[in-house]
Each structure stands twice: as C-alpha cells, then as structure tokens.
C-alpha cells in the first residue's frame, strides 16, 4: 500500500468526511480509499464489489465498513444508487452532467446525449415555477451480454 494519502474526488465534500477526531485518521483515509476506488471504477459497483477491490487495494476496510461509507456519501448526495439483482449497486456522482444508460445486470453502460430531453427537462422548472432546476438522468436496462 502507498504511503501517499489517496485524495477524495474534487466533488466530494466534508459531510462524508466527517469531523475527525484525534486518532481518527485510519476511518477517514478508509473512506478516502474507499471513495477513491468508486470514482476510478467509473461504474455501479455493490458493496460486496467495492470491499474485494478494497482489499485487493491493501485498504483492509471490512465490509460493514463500506456499507457505511456507503450510507454516509449516499445522505451527502455524492451517489447514484441503482438496485440490481445481488442488491443496490453505487456510483460516485460525476463533477460534469452526464446521461447514462447502465445495464441491471453488470453495471456496465454509456453516455448518451439527447437535445428533446434537455430541452423538455428545461422547461420543466419553469412549467412549475422552479429555479436552478438540474437533474440527473437514470436509464438501466439490460445489456446483450448479460442477456446470454
């Protein structure tokens, strides 16, 4: 494991962090680490997914411990959580707008872009008088491979 500190993602903020305490390092750079492996994996992962990767990393944060982690970014607003067969699976909430479609069954997916959605979600705000309205746009579906 590197001696170097891993840096959380440049959007997620100290309400994941948390206030450490004196000899409260290690849980921080736990949900450092943690994050850090959701935001370079650039995917859905599950919990059970992101612990493997964890250890593998030489993190050694248990399981219980990203669940929390988990919970934690998720009530930041830092997550996108989509629910899969095996459970919910979790993504880190892109700094830049985006549109995906995500396959169910793996995670996988793609960008898209569409000129009608932006233009109806435009219109949205103001239809019901709503102001720096933003969005994120959430598609799953099933990907060829996994339909096999």
Known sequence: MSTDTPQLPSHATSAVTGRRRTGDRRTVDRRTEVLKILEEAGRFLTARQ??????????????????????????????????????????????????????????????????????????LGSRYSFHDVRHAVSVTGTCRRCLQ
């Open 50 to 123: 992101l612990h493997i990767l964890s250890v593998i990393q030489g993190s050694g944060a248990g399981l219980s411990t990203v669940y929390r982690i988990l919970r934690s970014a998720d009530a930041a607003g830092l997550l996108e959580v989509v629910h899969v067969p095996s459970g919910k699976a979790y993504r880190l909430l892109p700094d830049s707008h985006e549109h995906r479609l995500e396959c169910r069954g793996c995670g996988e997916g793609v960008l898209f872009t569409s000129e009608a959605l932006e233009e109806w979600l435009a219109g």
